[in-house]
Every structure is written in structure tokens, then in C-alpha cells.
């Protein structure tokens, strides 16, 4: 990932200004800084939830743009602060947007620390878990988030303050998820060049 001279303002509030880093493959890259500084801002430009005011973002040194945006959507798996789920079983929530079999879900959710969990959960993988997940504590919220991303396998991961909501003792199992998941990434870009 190539970020060059990049700028982005909230209508009359700038946000970033002429900002440029370059990530390796591989390569772990924390964003460190205060509050309102633009951390989650340059994490939606990524993939394209908005588009910078100048610069360009590249892939494989492809700008981003250029790249149709499903495209550059399924090269990256994102875990944010507030868990995304649905009103659906945890299997489902698991395998959301993908053609899983039960073996896929089962060996994301225990790369994401979540198979213990799941199997003392009333239905095991077919427990519904409520509107965005209310019937889950945080911890287990995110695992099941990060076992999306698992079966996603996208070779680019962002994760936007994934632990920070967490009490120790989820965040430890989280952080371990993090770790597995990042573990023996192999998957290289799959994406077609062209406007979308």
C-alpha cells in the first residue's frame, strides 16, 4: 500500500494534509495518535467509504481509483471498534457474503479464539444472536468479527481500535485472535484493473 500526498477535510475541517507512508507486504503498521487526528479517517479512504480531497492511494501500486470498488473492497478485511453484526445465527455472521462450509466457519471461529464460546451458546453455530449482536458480550462481539474476517482471508487487514472497548481478560483473547489470524497470510491480490 502506497499512501501519496494525501489530503481530506470534513466540509470546513481538515483532517489530513499532504499525508504519505508506504505499507510492505507483510509489514504490521499502527496508526499512533490523538483523538480526532485522522486515524479512522485514513482507514475509510482505504477502501474507498470516501475518497481523498488530493493524493492518490495505491495497491500494488495500482491506484485505487482505477481499480473497480467491489474489487478493492475484497482485498481487504476491516474489524472496527464497534462490532457489525446481524440479527442472524452466528454461523451466518460468520460466513456473511461467502459460500462457507460448516468446516470454514468452525476453523475461523477457532482461529478467532470463538469455537469455545459458540459451542456453550444455546444452539452452538445456529444461536441467533440478536440485533447486532446483543446477546454477545464485546469480547466475544469482536471474536466473531474477526472470525469474518478469517473467512474472508483478504491479503490487506484493518483494524480500527478492535480491542479498545474491552475489558483485560477479552482483549488478551481478542489480541490472541488478532495474532492467529495474522499467522501464515499467503493470499496475493486477486483484483481487476478498471474503473467501478
Do not use: W
Not at 139 to 148: L, P, T, V
Amino acid at each position: 500500500i502506497e499512501v501519496s500526498k494525501v489530503s481530506f477535510a470534513y466540509e470546513t475541517k481538515s483532517i489530513l494534509e499532504n499525508v504519505s507512508f508506504k505499507i510492505s507486504k507483510g509489514q504490521t503498521v499502527a496508526l499512533v495518535g490523538p483523538s480526532g487526528g485522522g486515524k479512522s479517517t485514513l482507514l475509510d479512504l482505504l477502501p474507498r467509504f470516501m475518497d481523498p480531497k488530493s493524493g492518490q492511494i495505491l495497491v500494488d501500486g495500482v491506484d485505487i481509483k482505477d481499480i473497480k470498488m467491489a474489487d478493492v473492497r475484497s482485498l481487504m478485511g476491516i474489524v472496527n471498534q464497534e462490532s457489525i453484526l446481524f440479527n442472524d445465527t452466528i454461523f451466518n455472521n460468520i460466513s456473511f457474503g461467502r459460500n462457507a462450509s460448516e468446516q470454514d466457519v468452525i476453523d475461523a471461529a477457532k482461529i478467532a479464539n470463538a469455537h469455545e464460546f459458540i459451542l456453550n451458546t444455546t444452539d452452538g453455530y445456529q444461536t441467533n444472536i440478536g440485533d447486532r449482536g446483543m446477546k454477545l458480550s464485546g469480547g466475544q462481539k469482536q471474536r466473531i468479527c474477526i472470525a469474518r474476517a478469517v473467512i474472508a482471508n483478504p491479503p490487506i487487514l484493518l483494524l480500527d481500535e478492535a480491542t479498545s472497548a474491552l475489558d483485560a481478560e477479552s482483549e488478551k483473547l481478542v489480541q490472541d485472535a488478532l495474532n492467529n489470524l495474522m499467522k501464515n497470510r499467503k493470499r496475493g491480490p486477486d483484483y481487476c484493473v478498471g474503473k467501478g
